[in-house]
């Protein structure tokens, strides 16, 4: 999950709800900000659907690993540019402009991959959409939290990362929505430009955070604006503690002593506390990524294709299961955060997570062992069609699993009768799939027909389960809470970089070790790093539950700190 959801206890929904009600104008503000989060999660989402169709449409994409990696991680590599230039962008020139662009941005690649007429224009669509994605993961929540009244604010910004999954369920719904239709991924890819010019439409009618207004000295806009949010009786306590937290965060930035990008970093990296801090936020930045949450998110219906279920249809149905898995997940980490502790829900979500990669790895090592054989007689009914690396001449024996690793130019055309009988291997090409299809057979170039893809679906959701109330939203939460103040947006700031750049390799990275490895190696990969991750996680990050930001930064400058002690344990053995 690339997006990160603030924590909100249900009394704080309930007044949310209150306020809201009574405020409209709040709602309002909340809801176009957070469409932008919408738009995160579906362009996040719908490439894992629209590739199994750009695969077919062009075929240098169905026979390269790396042109696939390449359309699909293009969006990242655009998202930590866009994240970049985007905090720039917010200081310089304020939060609204800043949506507006990535607005425009998201608007221009859409139409850009939607008209596309070859491959490497679908890449500089993804790159425009990556641009955005990466300048609305940090500017949504930063224009909501800072618009919103400072009681409900946390629920709020939950609000915009349910939104994040929510994009990604809708973008599996209307990836299913366009199976039939001409064209259907262009479609897939396209429908992003209505909600992109939705929002760029009611944020031109909305106005600057009312805190960056403040902060260039614009104080009579931001009062107004403050008039606008909140009850009448509440407007004035509420400016003078706009004033004060702006004045104390600007004496925070002043006692750095640097402005320099560098400066900073260095002064940061000699404070003992900082770089703790910065050890236990990067290494669940990383581990949230490298445990292989983006291969299901990115590539869902592509392994659910290798989990035997050749139809394009039949992929992207089964796999809007994961999404929804994914989007309930965020809803139940809201609820137990705050019960059973972030360091807690790290490990337990880790040990489900090494659990079910395990299990997916034994589903496709059996899927590989009793794959189909190829049938001489099958191949032959088709004449010269052929796989050119399958020589039946010369009384070679292969599986259907054979005929898939020999050349990216092969296919498996599975027994009319039972798939699970021996069929043909096959040159693929449309034309040859075409044929197949003619003789009511299904048709494979990812997988091979096989009893255990249902297991391997379970397996799937298990892992969703086990990841998205853990790995997939504490990581984020833990960044919140873990920094001292005056240096809480560099070291937030260096986690996310770490975040994205670890989505980045184990995107571009994929499909390749599939390849390289077969599926059931890489899923053993992902199972060995994540085991890795829990004993890290166990040994570096500290319990941040319930710690005010001055208590979590004593517990980290301790002279006797053990991450596994818990913070009230530290400070009786400092007192002793």
């Not at 003789?439 to 892992?463: I, K, M, Q």
Request: with cysteine; proline share 4%; hydrophobic share 45%.
């Amino acid at each position: 999950m690339e997006g990160g959801v603030q924590k909100a206890d249900k009394t704080e929904f309930k007044e949310c709800f209150n306020l809201t009600w009574k405020q409209p104008y709040i709602l309002r503000l909340a809801f176009s900000a957070g469409i932008g989060g919408l738009l995160f999660g579906y362009d996040t989402g719908v490439i894992s659907g629209a590739l199994l169709y750009i695969r077919d449409d062009f075929e240098s994409v169905d026979r390269s690993t790396v042109l696939q990696e390449t359309i699909v991680s293009m969006a990242v590599a655009g998202a930590i540019i866009g994240a970049g230039f985007g905090g720039w962008l917010n200081d310089r020139f304020g939060r609204r402009p800043s949506i507006i662009l990535a607005d425009l941005l998201f608007f221009v690649g859409a139409i850009i991959m939607a008209a596309a007429p070859i491959p490497g224009i679908i890449i500089l669509g993804r790159i425009f959409v990556g641009f955005g994605v990466g300048m609305a993961s940090m500017t949504s929540p930063l224009y909501i939290s800072e618009a919103s009244p400072a009681r409900i604010r946390g629920a709020l910004v939950s609000t915009n990362g349910l939104l994040i999954t929510g994009g990604q369920f809708f973008s599996y719904l209307i990836n299913l929505a366009f199976t039939k239709a001409p064209g259907t991924w262009r479609w897939m890819l396209g429908v992003a430009a209505v909600p992109a010019l939705v929002q760029f439409l009611l944020m031109l009618s909305l106005p600057e955070s009312p805190r960056w207004l403040y902060r260039k000295e614009r104080e009579e806009e931001a009062v107004d604006i403050l008039r606008r949010i909140y009850p009448a009786e509440e407007v004035e306590a509420e400016i003078e503690a706009l004033r004060l937290s702006v004045e104390a965060e600007i004496a925070e930035e002043g006692s750095i002593g640097e402005y320099s990008l560098p400066g900073k970093l260095r002064k940061a990296l000699s404070n003992v506390a900082v770089r703790r801090g910065l050890v236990a936020g990067i290494l669940c930045q990383v581990a949230q990524q490298f445990v292989g949450i983006n291969t299901v998110m990115y590539y869902s219906p592509t392994i659910v294709q290798l989990a035997g279920f050749a139809s394009n249809s039949t992929a992207l149905a089964l796999s809007l299961i994961t999404s929804g898995l994914n989007a309930l997940g965020s809803i139940v980490s809201i609820y137990f955060v705050d019960r059973a502790g972030r360091r807690r829900l790290l490990l337990l979500s880790l040990i489900g997570i090494v659990t079910c990669l395990a299990l997916l790895s034994g589903v496709f090592f059996g899927a590989t062992k009793h794959s189909p054989a190829v049938s001489k007689e099958e191949t032959q009914l088709f004449g010269n069609y052929t796989c050119p690396a399958f020589n039946p001449i010369s009384g070679m024996e292969w599986t259907c699993m054979d005929c898939m690793r020999a050349t990216s130019e092969c296919g498996f055309c599975a027994h009319e009768g039972n798939k699970l009988l021996p069929g043909a291997c096959l040159r693929s090409d449309s034309t040859v799939r075409d044929a197949c299809h003619a003789n009511h057979r299904e048709w494979y170039t990812r997988g091979c027909p096989s009893n255990f893809g249902w297991l391997a679906l379970v397996a799937l959701g298990a892992y969703i389960v086990s990841y998205s109330p853990g790995m997939g939203t504490v990581p984020w939460i833990v960044n919140s809470e873990i920094y001292p103040l005056r240096y809480r947006g560099l070291c937030g700031g260096l986690a996310a970089v770490a975040n994205w750049v670890s989505n980045l390799i184990v995107t571009q990275t994929f499909l390749s070790l599939t390849e390289a490895l077969g599926t059931a190696p890489t899923f053993l990969l992902f199972c060995g790093i994540s085991a890795v991750a829990f004993v890290f996680i166990f040994l570096l990050v500290p319990e941040t539950k319930g710690l005010s930001f001055e208590e979590v930064e004593k517990m980290l400058e301790s002279n006797d700190y053990k991450a596994w002690h818990g913070a009230r344990t530290q400070e009786s053995k400092d007192h002793n």
